[in-house]
């Protein structure tokens, strides 16, 4: 990490003194220095309304656009992922002509799109979520151990991290079942409620009990979790002391249970992932869990026939976290927001410059930077130190970011509660289907999106974009059609093979696109681009159909072919993004 100039200890430490109320001490325990915001109520951390400005406990110089704008993604969240104009003007108490501007500013960013009246988010936004996991380095680490656990017991395995006096999940391996049990990563879940919580509550000081005894009084029913069915009546003082004594047990036992406590039939058990390089080998820094449900096993059949197995997994996992040393960094990032100042010429009052400075702060941390002096987050955004600054002051307000020590500002877990959820259950067909709709818009002919079957021998169609045209090819989601004869199905197999059904393959790899002429039907005319995963591997096909009478095989390559690349690039980009922590079903 580059040196660090004397004056960031002054510098650092000023955001500390000066945001109000977030004194408190951090949730013990947690391995992601998620430290207590402001508000001691809500467990979901919305620590001040979206509409509260810089006039509700606060700090001074804090960004009240960018406060006002994390309050709109965290609705959206709330809402899974969507929600109209007018029900954010409502949800937020933001005047209309605010909300238009704060969402034209992260459709800017394409951070969320606005279709008409409706606004959604995008893949895009789970750049800010990756920025943390990857500082965080716990899933990368460990999830392969997790997916090998899930593969050997058949039963679903989280890895979860605290967010105060709640848990959430930065990893999650299920099982293909009719009874399907996971949750969201990011999802946010009241701790007495689960099997980590009493695990992660065997290190809170009496401020973070305090806390949480506030938080029980204010939401008996916990309503502010909506990642879990509220109670039907409000919690009393013999769950509070139950919550206890499973905490109590926890510490003497070293693993937990949750016996229904989530949910009727929901059952788990959790053992913890002690943390490494930290000077601290007790600490916890995630906590590992088999989640089955009552008709598979009761909670104590979990405790007998499978701790054994998960605790032996958490071994190797706090080996992995003991001989994987540090990464080294890379170089650092620069110039992140160079772009809001051209955006905020063309877009002018509609684009709020502030409001882009400030979530483009999030993205310099990353692997390698979990943790930033306030010169290296202005040397990676390109901002001026007092505007970094003002930020950074914003986010340690609404819990996002904390302060491990004078010098350095770290990212939370809470990050994950911007968008990420309802974003980390997205699939390919979801992902693709807008890019579809703007590229069909352009050239005036169907799209769609196919996958090659698990036999290799047929295409599967995923999703469609129709047009308007009197005649038109008609393809519908779920047509399957033989993959040697269709341009999706070359491209497919062009991965994979170098020949098929006596089909010279090696060119279309090479070139990069694949062109059908009347082979599959007379008067057909397709062509089709590859879609690739992270890795590299082709994993879908984008294509357009027209009758042959409308474009020349050469106006196919020369006015159709770029329009088909340029859109695929922009599909592959969200797709990276969202595959980075996250499993995107292909269908």
């Known amino acids: 990490m580059p040196a660090k100039p004397t004056n960031d200890a002054h510098e650092a430490a000023a ?24 508000s001691a109520g809500a467990g979901t951390g919305a620590a001040a309304a979206p509409n509260a400005g810089a006039g509700t406990g606060a700090p001074t110089e804090a960004v009240t656009p960018l406060i006002r704008g994390i309050g709109v993604l965290r609705e959206l969240t709330e809402a899974d992922g969507t929600l109209s104009l007018s029900a954010l003007e409502r ?15 992260l459709a800017r960013m394409d951070y969320v799109r606005v279709d008409g009246r409706d606004v959604h988010l995008t893949p895009r936004l789970m750049e800010l979520g990756n920025a943390y996991l990857s500082a965080l380095r716990l899933p990368a680490l460990l999830s392969a151990r997790a997916d090998a656990l899930a593969d050997e017991l058949d039963e679903s395995v989280s890895l979860a991290v605290a967010d105060r006096d709640g848990i959430r999940f930065i990893h999650q391996a299920t099982r293909r079942r009719a009874m399907s049990l996971s949750f969201r ?9 689960t099997a980590p919580g009493p695990l992660f509550a065997t290190q809170w000081t009496d401020t973070d009990w305090q806390r949480w005894r506030d938080r029980r009084a204010s939401d008996p029913r916990d309503l502010s979790f909506t990642a879990v069915p509220p109670r039907q009546y409000g919690a009393d003082q013999r769950d509070d002391e139950a919550f206890v004594s499973r905490t109590e047990a926890a510490a003497a036992n070293g693993w937990a249970l949750d016996d229904q406590l989530i949910e009727p039939g929901l059952v788990a058990v959790s053992v913890p992932v002690r943390s490494a390089h930290t000077g601290d080998s007790r600490k916890i820094a995630c906590v590992a869990s088999v989640v089955s449900h009552t008709s598979r096993h009761t909670a104590d059949d979990l405790r007998t026939t499978l701790l054994p197995r998960l605790r032996s997994a958490v071994t190797e996992m706090e080996r992995e976290l003991r001989r994987t040393p540090p990464p080294e960094p890379g170089p650092p990032p620069s110039d992140l927001a160079l772009w809001t100042g051209a955006s905020k010429q063309q877009l002018g009052r509609d ?14 941390f990353g692997e390698g930077r979990p943790e930033l002096t306030l010169t290296e987050v202005a040397q990676a955004t390109g901002l001026a130190r007092a505007t970094a600054r003002r930020a950074l002051i914003t986010y340690e307000h609404l819990g996002l970011v904390t302060t491990p020590n004078p010098r350095t500002f770290t990212l939370t877990s809470r990050v994950l509660s911007l968008g990420f959820p309802p974003l980390s259950r997205t699939s390919l067909p979801e992902i693709a289907q807008p890019h579809l709709s703007d590229l069909t818009s352009r050239i005036h002919e169907p799209t769609a999106l196919a996958v090659l079957s698990d036999p ?61 002429d009347e082979e599959l039907e007379e008067g057909l005319r397709s062509l089709a681009v590859p879609l690739r995963d992270r890795s590299g591997r082709v994993v879908a096909a984008l294509n357009t159909a027209m009758h042959a009478s409308r474009h020349t ?9 770029p329009e088909l690349t340029s859109t695929a690039a922009r599909i592959e980009a969200d797709l990276h993004t969202a595959g980075r922590f996250t499993h995107v079903p292909l269908t």
Not at 185 to 193: H, K, Q, S, T, V
Not at 351 to 364: C, D, K, M, P
């Open 15 to 38: 955001p500390r003194a000066e945001a109000t109320g977030a004194a408190a001490a951090p949730s013990a325990g947690t391995g992601t220095g998620a430290a207590a915001a402001p």
């Open 91 to 105: 949800a937020t108490g933001l005047a209309r002509s605010t909300i238009d501007r704060i969402t034209a500013t």
């Open 185 to 193: 990563i990011g999802d946010l879940l009241p701790a007495e409620r």
């Open 351 to 364: 684009f709020i410059e502030s409001l882009a400075r400030g979530l483009t702060v999030l993205t310099a």
């Open 456 to 516: 290799g021998e047929e295409i599967q169609y995923t999703a469609r974009v129709a047009t308007g045209r009197v005649m038109s090819v008609n393809i519908t989601v779920g047509t399957r059609r033989p993959a040697h004869a269709t341009a999706p199905g070359r491209v497919l197999l062009a991965d994979t093979a170098t020949d098929h059904e006596g089909l010279d393959l090696t060119s279309i790899r090479s070139q990069g696109y694949a062109l059908v």
């Open 553 to 561: 095989l050469r106006e196919c390559v020369t006015d159709l072919l």
